[in-house]
């Protein structure tokens, strides 16, 4: 059983071994979507595999669409030549259920991938005749935050980007440069209108494509480089959208554990891959059952009917509201708060962690308790009902190889948005007061312990990966597993820095709780578990 058109010809075998193929004529959908595409997706990643593909076979299946997806990949182009291509597109879906059932998806909606490589004059001439189609409605990306970033983490220009700024659209080299080219390819085609959509789990994702974009378009035309009008055209919502999404799925790296259960049913070369450029993949994907992707429904040239695969199309505002809804209370919150305590805690699984008492009840006090109050209902997905799927279903799922270590990077990054904006939305409120908070500093107070890289046991690990360690470990390289320790001194600088919890601790009056806390924290071995059930 080889993952490739002359593989999957025989159905039966398949399809006795339990997986579920394709319902449409690939060899017809794949004629038609190189004639007419209407989607093309920049990131040929686990969660587009998982997610995004999925909803377009089952309309596939269901005759919604008579179109299938372009992938171009402009990072990693082993991720094309190594993985897409040897397979001919096609990839497995593995989906793991809370209830123990596993699903297995054959999804072969991608026909057709494509290097984004400007030095590869067959693919990307490819990528340029598909930006001049009239049927070209949507191109979509997930390319990680930090795809769309033209600077370095000094604030300096990127040298890809600098030497683009000055070449032009012709021959671009960085990720955001070939994209613009491309759009300047569908501006000099007639003007074209398209909607460039982000998916990245970022918030107001469409911004920062935009901004990336848009700075491109006017250094250009600063430079002569493109022909006048071309920032007027990005500007022109009726020409080109931007529009902002949420996207949810849990996706974890290919694991061995179901590598083995695919080969058991006798599928050949599931051997995963790790590129040059340090990217993990396999022919087949791993993810939960849950999945969201609310979207701005601004589509200048139209859209299909995406809503019947379980997409939500909504307004900006909405939108943001659902942002605002997972990012701040219903799911990111409660993933740091598992990561940091089970990390401190030893646990390697995530849904082990929901197992524990006092972790199980830290989760559930931050959001119904302490989160739920300050979240603006987004109407369109319920609060409440959020909440319970995150801990009653996605988070318990034993099936899902997620870890602590992986949630717990970049952690920094991520205390502002997570907790200090509850801690902002409490300040506002007329009827709610910050000092009533008890578990959200906990968490931040976890942090800092956790920072030490010593577990409750007494045993030393190593954190995971952070751009802010260098800054922020200092702060507690002092400290020690000892009773009646002062770590106030110590830790005071960082518990003003705003540009990590949002918030001036001192000021907001969080400070001395989490100073407490962490006292307690650091008592000795064993303080960590004592600490929790103190106070959980």
């Known amino acids: 059983m080889k993952l490739t058109t002359r593989g999957l010809a025989d159905t039966k075998l398949w399809e006795e071994a339990g997986y579920t193929l394709p319902r449409f004529d690939r060899e017809k959908v794949t004629t038609e979507t190189k004639e007419k595409p209407f989607w093309v997706h920049f990131g040929s990643g686990n969660i587009f595999r998982a997610f995004q593909a999925n909803v377009v076979q089952n309309l596939l299946n269901e005759g919604v669409i008579d179109r299938g997806l372009v992938v171009a990949e402009g990072f990693d182009y082993e991720i094309i030549e190594k993985m897409n291509q040897p397979h001919d597109n096609y990839s497995i879906l593995v989906t793991l259920k809370a209830n123990g059932e596993i699903d297995k998806t054959v999804v072969g909606s991608i026909v057709e991938s494509l290097k984004a490589d400007s030095e590869d004059e067959t693919d990307f001439c490819r990528l340029r005749e598909i930006f001049t189609k009239d049927s070209l409605q949507m191109v979509t990306f997930t390319i990680t935050e930090k795809g769309y970033s033209l600077v370095n983490g000094k604030g300096e220009l990127l040298l890809d980007v600098e030497a683009d700024f ?66 007027t055209y990005i500007n022109s919502v009726d020409k080109v959208s931007f529009p902002w999404t949420m996207i949810d799925k849990i996706t974890p790296r290919p694991d061995a554990s179901i590598e083995e259960i695919l080969k058991k049913d006798g599928v050949e070369e599931l051997e995963p891959i790790i590129t040059t450029k340090n990217t993990y993949v396999a022919p087949f994907v791993n993810a939960e059952e849950c999945e969201y992707l609310v979207i701005e429904d601004t589509f200048p040239n139209g859209r299909p009917e995406l809503e019947k695969g379980g997409l939500v199309f909504t307004t900006r505002e909405t939108v943001d509201k659902v942002e605002k809804m997972k990012v701040c209370t219903c799911l990111n919150p409660l993933h740091t708060a598992l990561a940091v305590f089970g990390c401190l805690l030893g646990y390697q699984k995530i849904s082990d962690e929901m197992k524990d008492t006092e972790l199980k009840k830290l989760v559930e006090t931050i959001g119904y308790v302490e989160g739920l109050p300050v979240v603006t209902n987004p109407v369109v997905l319920d609060p409440k009902e959020f909440i319970d799927t995150v801990l009653n279903v996605r988070v318990p799922n034993p099936f899902m190889p997620d870890t602590p270590q992986r949630i717990a990077t970049d952690t920094s990054q991520k205390l502002a948005i997570r907790f200090g904006e509850t801690i902002i939305a409490y300040q506002a409120s007329a009827n709610l007061d910050v000092k009533e908070l008890k578990l959200i500093p906990l968490v931040l107070a976890g942090w800092l312990r956790y920072l030490m890289a010593i577990d409750d046991a007494g045993n030393t690990y190593e954190l995971s990966p952070d751009p802010l360690l260098d800054t922020v470990c200092p702060y507690v390289a002092g400290l020690r597993l000892e009773q009646e320790q002062e770590v106030e001194t110590a830790v005071a600088p960082l518990l003003k820095m705003k540009q990590i919890f949002g918030v001036d601790l001192y000021e907001v009056g969080v400070a001395n709780k989490v100073c407490n806390y962490l006292k307690e924290l650091t008592k000795g071995v064993g303080a960590v578990r004592d600490t929790l059930k103190k106070y959980v």
Not at 177 to 193: I, N
Not at 203 to 223: C, M, P, Q, V
């Open 166 to 231: 000055k070449n032009g659209p012709d021959m671009s080299k960085s990720y955001i440069g070939k994209v613009a080219s491309l759009l300047y390819t569908r501006f000099q085609s007639g003007e074209k209108p398209v909607a460039m959509i982000s998916m990245d789990n970022c918030s107001h994702n469409g911004d920062k494509l935009y901004d990336a974009i848009n700075t491109f378009a006017k250094r250009w035309e600063e430079n002569g480089k493109v022909d006048k009008g071309f920032v």
